[in-house]
């Protein structure tokens, strides 16, 4: 493809930009990477800017070696991937309906739906309705209150919208049923979208953490970040040693620097992965051959 | 432009086949031919009634003097007392004249945004810096408010890295945050860094959507990359630009707590104190659940009319949310 | 494939259909979840109170079986079961919620004004005549002027809440001695004597890198941890908040007297003139802690029991760094004074539908206030909360797999302040730290509207989060605003509900006299 001296530029310039704007966002992760091998007096003293200042692994083995952490990341993980299959299961199956033209109820139901993301409930009359259903302190009260995100069921729904109608048609001469259409058609054809609201979900569940306040009352149950709230209001028990006592290559400041990368590193890497479906047109491909 | 149309177009085939008949036996005859649609729903139904309708109905303590030890059946009906009281707080169109003016800020500027920016990615040709520049675009998001607050004051205080270019220059230091004309400037910028490249995700599910060949028959037409963005490209991100468009004016009033919290000082308090701000004080701090709740129905009123305005105005184009 | 995923989703519609069929008919009952009853299951004569306290952090909550829990039955008879808030969560909207489900425990130390809460609504106990009958230490170890404080926050004069009793100052003026020295100054005596030594510590370079970076004072955002500079002209001030004292006569808001404005008036020319910090009001915690820790400050307010990390750190800077106590420089026309709050804070409260339980939960209280017990409050079993080095008993840091031991007892005397410093400080720092407490103790007062209930405030956020106040301050402060803004402020204050907040207050004030 030939360019033109504009595109050649317009492309120059842009490269730059994206690379200093990524520049800046990374930073931040950066510094707290390198404050969690720093030196607690150098930490404390904000001596740290990109790069470790007296560099040691310390706070790492340290944060690494608490099982009580361990043990909400397990949680945590667990309530991820079912959160997300049950969510993406009950989405798809509200937002195809909402999008089919033969649905009767479609518009006063979809209306009922966009009430709810307006109008928000009180607080109160939630935590009694999760509290009456006999969900306390289980874990399927991180699930199930909001099983469905709206927003991300609206998304799916657009793009269910989008599927050329001669789809549907084709396959109901094939014999399929609205759930093979759905199943056959619609799902394959929406990678992309389905992608991105596992994403979406996947990092909520991953973030939870008011409901978690809410409904879980065992400890033993608390998720990644209620664990992490917990040691960064009162960080002297992630320390879990007497600090007075001895010398330690770490103190609260670098644990807590290691304990937010712990509870964050592993939802950032699912991006990468997932990006391969935004980067294949793998909608309309498959419609005319 | 015809493909889209046909997209849209109601399912002909079907329509006519069902029309000649009465209207309960369309009826009918629809729900035996979709019932697997009214089936499959009903999981959906089911949870946006328990879960959101039901709590929902506890909005009535707005009207209520609502006492927690007493509950919703002991406490007091007082009819509109508590809206007066809101309507009556002396800086209450101070608070929400900030708020409408920082919200229309962010969707002048916060909303293009992501739109944007995707389309400045769909111009980077190199797989790999494009993967690269994608991942960490999307970093900020991850970050709390409380930290991105922390960043924000670090980098406009005097020995931030602005006030040390300024110094560069021969400039006098500014010190950013306490001065009001600054304030919502910095509140949109630092909401565009934190989120855009999360945004952006969204859209850029709509750009891979797009069938490669249509852009092969532009380049074909002799259309350049810039008419290929719009013929192409940007009708396609259309109708999901519209659906977030219209998710975003029903919550027009709602700005977010967090961000706004770790931003204010008293210094601009009269340019950034918003409702949210407000209903902390007077609502959560002073256990005024009645007060709160009458603030959040005010804010979904609002909310809600200009959504039902914009969405009217959609429907005559396109189609809206419902 | 088909067919095996509709079964499936047939199966959990039906599913669904159930739960709702189930929750509409458990919330039309109104029903309350029935509760379990509080029996105690092996050992039928002890008692199981359910005791709630926010924030305790990690650690896991013990079980009836756990050592800690078996010696305070021994030894009293009441099993205790603790509860907590979450991490993270805002406590008072916490213990709302437990109010609102009707789900409280038997005894609880309330915050953020629920103890009003619930004794407006009638579901707090009075305990006139529970506590010298089931709680005589308590009784009698919390001094009677308290108690009397606490009569006055209930508009029927009973005791409601046993209170929280701080008999040390908490806070000091602190200044670097270090500093003093290299400028060659005396202990400032008087507000131009500190005026000049603020003026040496910019100009003179106490840190000695040879670079204009000395913050002769600072404070941090909202005007907090500055009280020293309202404090010379004595203004109570408590963390950056005017309080209640006794101005021309009467019980008055510090924020609006006349001693506001001279200490504002002051602090506005410390500001101008670079003696103060001039990124103050927007230092957060841990960068105003940085610059003290960095030797960047000469003289700062804080709580001397927090010394130790930030004086670790000065010494990497500055091997000859020494902090001492600084007695509030004199102004004319004006009694400076630190502001003391000892008494009156709500500690301990028991709702009316755990009556039946009120004997046992007070003897468990009472349990932590006799003096007889102190060894085993402070150390606990060894194992379990300390352990022996040395022959000296060392507490154990709380950590997730352990029990988290129970504590109820709030009173601190300066006894208790001298054996907490041993305990938590560096032997080479002690004498510092004694010798801050002793310079603060001597310019400490208690003010007038110590232990005034929150419900004053009842209808008028702005006045209770200080809005107004901090706002005026921090603009006229900068130079954004002239001094006389000022009187525009006190005006404003007035109009938006501090007239009426102010009778309240007097007549709580009168109650308390009597």
Same mark, same amino acid.
């Given at each position: 493809m030939k360019q033109t001296y504009g595109g050649k530029l317009f492309q120059l310039f842009n490269y730059l930009f994206l690379i200093a704007a990524a520049a800046t966002m990374l930073m931040p992760l950066l510094q707290l990477l390198a404050v969690s091998f720093s030196s607690p007096i150098a930490a404390d003293s904000k001596e740290v800017f990109l790069l470790p200042v007296e560099f040691t692994t310390a706070s790492w083995a340290h944060v690494l070696q608490n099982e009580g952490l361990w043990l909400s990341f397990g949680i945590t993980v667990y309530i991820t991937i079912a959160g997300t299959l049950i969510s993406m299961l009950f989405s798809v199956l509200t937002a195809y309906p909402l999008s089919h033209k033969d649905f009767l109820f479609r518009k006063p139901i979809m209306l009922g739906i966009i009430i709810t993301m307006i109008f928000n409930a009180p607080m109160i009359p939630f935590f009694l309705t999760v509290r009456e259903l006999g969900l306390m302190n289980s874990l399927w009260a991180l699930i199930l209150p909001g099983v469905i995100g709206t927003f991300n069921m609206i998304i799916i729904r657009t793009f269910f919208m989008g599927i050329p109608k001669e789809l549907d048609d084709s396959a109901r001469i094939d014999g399929c049923s609205d759930a093979g259409i759905l199943f056959r058609i619609y799902l394959p054809l929406s990678k992309p979208v389905m992608a991105t609201v596992s994403l979406f979900y996947a990092v909520g569940y991953w973030n939870t953490f008011s409901r978690a306040v809410l409904f879980i009352r065992d400890p033993e149950k608390w998720p990644l970040q209620m664990k992490l709230r917990a040691y960064l209001t009162s960080p002297e028990e992630l320390a879990a040693v007497n600090l007075i006592l001895g010398d330690y290559d770490f103190n609260t400041t670098t644990l807590k620097a290691a304990t937010i990368l712990f509870a964050t590193i592993p939802i950032i890497l699912v991006y990468p992965y997932l990006q391969k479906y935004f980067v294949k047109g793998s909608m309309l491909g498959s419609l005319k051959e | 432009m015809a493909e889209r149309d046909n997209r849209l177009e109601p399912n002909s085939a079907y329509a006519s086949a069902l029309k000649p008949k009465s209207k309960e036996n369309r009826f009918l005859a629809n729900m035996r031919k979709h019932w697997m649609l009214y089936v499959m729903i009903l999981p959906g139904i089911v949870y946006y009634l328990v879960f959101k309708y039901l709590p929902l109905a506890g909005s009535v303590i707005a009207f209520q003097d609502y006492q927690i030890f007493k509950g919703m059946q002991g406490s007091d009906w007082v009819g509109l007392k508590n809206f007066l009281y809101i309507f009556s707080y002396q800086d209450f169109y101070t608070v929400l004249r900030n708020t409408a003016t920082i919200a229309l800020y962010q969707l002048v500027f916060g909303f293009p945004a992501p739109i944007i920016l995707a389309l400045l990615f769909n111009e980077v040709r190199l797989m790999l810096a494009k993967r690269i520049v994608q991942s960490l675009f999307y970093l900020p998001h991850f970050l709390s408010w409380v930290v991105v607050g922390g960043i924000v004051f670090e980098l406009l205080s005097s020995q931030g890295v602005i006030n040390m270019v300024r110094g560069w220059l021969g400039l006098e230091t500014i010190l950013f945050m306490q001065e009001q004309r600054y304030f919502r400037s910095i509140v949109v910028i630092s909401a565009i860094w934190k989120d855009v490249g999360w945004g952006t995700i969204i859209y850029l599910a709509a750009i891979a959507g797009i069938n490669p060949n249509l852009y092969e028959a532009a380049v074909m037409d002799g259309a350049n990359r810039w008419k290929q963005t719009l013929h192409i490209t940007l009708p396609t991100m259309f109708p999901t630009i519209l659906v977030l468009f219209l998710l975003n004016i029903g919550n027009f009033l709602e700005l977010g707590f967090d961000q706004i919290y770790n931003l204010l000082t008293p210094m601009t308090y009269s340019v950034g104190d918003i409702i949210e701000t407000y209903v902390y004080r007077a609502g959560v701090l002073q256990g005024q659940y009645s007060v709160t709740t009458a603030i959040g129905l005010f804010q979904s009123v609002i909310g809600f009319a200009l959504l039902w305005i914009f969405n009217r105005m959609a429907r005559r184009t396109e189609q809206g949310l419902w | 494939m088909m067919k095996q995923w509709f079964g499936k989703s047939a199966r959990l519609s039906v599913l669904a #259909?159930?739960?709702?069929?189930?929750?509409?008919?458990?919330?039309?009952?109104? !029903?309350?979840?029935?509760?379990?009853?509080?029996? #105690?299951?092996?050992?039928?004569?002890?008692?199981?109170?359910?005791?709630?306290?926010?924030?305790?952090? &990690?650690?896991?909550?013990?079980?009836?079986?756990?050592?800690h829990v078996k010696y305070v039955e021994e030894k009293t008879g009441?099993?205790?079961?603790?509860?907590? =808030?979450?991490?993270?969560?805002?406590?008072?909207?916490?213990?709302?919620?437990?109010?609102?489900?009707?789900?409280?425990?038997?005894?609880?130390?309330?915050?953020?004004?629920?103890?009003? =809460?619930?004794? +407006?609504? !009638? !579901?707090?106990?009075?305990?006139?005549?529970?506590?010298?009958?089931?709680?005589?230490?308590?009784?009698?170890?919390?001094?009677?002027?308290?108690?009397?404080?606490?009569?006055?926050?209930?508009?029927?004069?009973?005791?409601?809440?046993?209170?929280?009793?701080?008999?040390?100052?908490?806070?000091?003026?602190?200044?670097?001695?270090?500093?003093?020295?290299?400028?060659?100054?005396?202990?400032?005596?008087?507000?131009?004597?500190?005026?000049?030594?603020?003026?040496?510590?910019?100009?003179?370079?106490?840190?000695?890198?040879?670079?204009?970076?000395?913050?002769?004072? #600072?404070?941090?955002?909202?005007? +907090?941890?500055?009280?020293?500079?309202?404090?010379?002209?004595?203004?109570?001030?408590?963390?950056?908040?005017?309080?209640?004292?006794?101005?021309?006569?009467?019980?008055?808001?510090?924020?609006?007297?006349?001693?506001?404005?001279?200490?504002?008036?002051?602090?506005?020319?410390?500001?101008?003139?670079?003696?103060?910090?001039?990124?103050?009001?927007?230092? +957060?915690?841990?960068?105003?802690?940085? +610059?003290?820790?960095?030797?960047?400050?000469?003289?700062?307010?804080?709580?001397?029991?927090?010394?130790?990390?930030?004086?670790?750190?000065?010494?990497?800077?500055?091997?000859?760094?020494?902090?001492?106590?600084?007695?509030?420089?004199?102004?004319?026309?004006?009694?400076?004074?630190?502001?003391?709050?000892?008494?009156?804070?709500?500690?301990?409260?028991?709702?009316?539908?755990?009556?039946?339980?009120?004997?046992?939960?007070?003897?468990?209280?009472?349990?932590?206030?006799?003096? *007889?017990?102190?060894?085993?409050?402070?150390?606990?079993?060894?194992?379990?909360?300390?352990?022996?080095?040395?022959?000296?008993?060392?507490?154990?840091?709380?950590?997730? *797999?352990?029990?988290?031991?129970?504590?109820?007892?709030?009173?601190?005397?300066?006894?208790?302040?001298?054996?907490?410093?041993?305990?938590?400080?560096?032997?080479?720092?002690?004498?510092?730290?004694?010798?801050?407490?002793? &310079? #603060?103790?001597?310019?400490?007062?208690?003010?007038?509207?110590?232990?005034?209930?929150?419900?004053?405030?009842? !209808?008028?956020?702005?006045?209770?989060?200080?809005?107004?106040?901090?706002?005026?301050?921090?603009k006229i402060v900068i130079g954004e605003w002239p001094i006389e803004k000022f009187d525009e402020f006190v005006d404003r204050w007035y109009k938006a509900g501090g007239d009426k907040v102010t009778e309240r207050v007097q007549e709580w004030y009168s109650n308390v006299k009597k």
């Open positions: - | - | #259909s159930l739960l709702a069929a189930a929750l509409i008919a458990g919330c039309s009952n109104g !029903g309350k979840t029935p509760e379990a009853p509080g029996d #105690s299951g092996e050992d039928a004569k002890s008692v199981t109170v359910r005791v709630f306290k926010s924030h305790m952090g &990690v650690g896991t909550i013990p079980d009836s079986s756990n050592d009441v099993i205790y079961e603790m509860m907590t =808030t979450p991490p993270g969560s805002e406590p008072t909207e916490y213990l709302n919620l437990m109010i609102a489900s009707d789900d409280l425990p038997d005894i609880l130390r309330p915050i953020g004004g629920v103890e009003q =809460t619930l004794i +407006k609504q !009638g !579901g707090a106990l009075a305990l006139d005549e529970w506590l010298p009958k089931y709680a005589p230490n308590v009784w009698k170890n919390i001094p009677e002027e308290a108690w009397d404080i606490v009569r006055s926050a209930s508009p029927d004069g009973h005791i409601y809440y046993v209170p929280k009793v701080y008999l040390v100052p908490e806070r000091a003026p602190m200044i670097r001695q270090d500093w003093l020295d290299k400028v060659g100054l005396q202990m400032p005596a008087t507000v131009e004597e500190y005026k000049e030594v603020l003026r040496a510590f910019r100009d003179k370079d106490p840190n000695g890198n040879g670079k204009p970076d000395e913050l002769p004072t #600072s404070g941090r955002e909202f005007g +907090k941890w500055m009280d020293h500079l309202f404090g010379i002209y004595g203004v109570a001030m408590w963390e950056g908040v005017p309080e209640w004292d006794i101005y021309e006569g009467e019980i008055q808001y510090a924020g609006v007297s006349k001693n506001m404005k001279a200490s504002v008036a002051f602090i506005r020319e410390l500001y101008e003139e670079k003696l103060l910090d001039n990124e103050t009001f927007l230092n +957060k915690g841990d960068v105003w802690t940085a +610059k003290i820790n960095n030797n960047l400050v000469g003289s700062w307010y804080h709580l001397p029991a927090n010394l130790r990390d930030r004086y670790t750190a000065m010494l990497e800077g500055a091997p000859d760094a020494y902090v001492v106590g600084m007695p509030m420089p004199k102004a004319e026309g004006f009694e400076g004074y630190v502001t003391q709050k000892s008494m009156g804070e709500p500690e301990w409260i028991i709702p009316a539908a755990a009556e039946d339980k009120a004997a046992a939960s007070l003897k468990l209280l009472d349990f932590f206030y006799d003096k *007889s017990n102190d060894e085993f409050i402070r150390f606990g079993l060894e194992g379990q909360q300390h352990e022996v080095v040395d022959g000296k008993k060392v507490l154990l840091p709380p950590e997730d *797999s352990r029990p988290i031991a129970l504590g109820m007892r709030n009173l601190t005397t300066k006894e208790d302040m001298d054996i907490r410093i041993k305990e938590t400080i560096p032997e080479n720092m002690q004498k510092m730290v004694s010798d801050i407490f002793a &310079v #603060s103790t001597a310019d400490a007062r208690r003010i007038a509207g110590d232990g005034l209930p929150n419900t004053v405030y009842e !209808g008028f956020p702005d006045i209770q989060s200080h809005k107004l106040f901090q706002e005026y301050l921090t």
